[in-house]
């Protein structure tokens, strides 16, 4: 529907968790995104384990460095009928 807003980003701060706990946070949290919905997540550091793995379950994000030496880290899904298929055996 035209003119509809897409939900308010999911904003998690993760600086103060050692790995791998940022990313089973990010996982975790990405299966709850509404439709149109953005994570938005601060990390200790950059998360280059985790990027493939988003991109596999039809997410397309994008990670930068901030200032303080942490990670920014913004996914939304591409592929949301990904995320609703059946685990594999």
Same mark, same amino acid.
């Given at each position: 529907m035209a003119g509809q807003l897409d939900p308010p980003a999911l904003h998690l701060? /993760?600086?103060? /968790?050692?790995?791998p706990q940022p990313m089973e946070h990010i996982l975790a949290r990405l299966h709850t995104l509404q439709p149109g919905q953005r994570l938005v997540a601060l990390t200790p550091l950059y998360p280059a384990p985790l990027l493939p793995m988003l991109e596999q379950l039809g997410f397309a994000c994008d990670a930068r460095a901030t200032d303080d030496g942490a990670c920014l880290v913004i996914c939304h899904a591409t592929d949301r009928h990904l995320l609703d298929a059946p685990a594999g055996p």
């Open positions: 701060d /993760l600086r103060g /968790l050692p790995a």
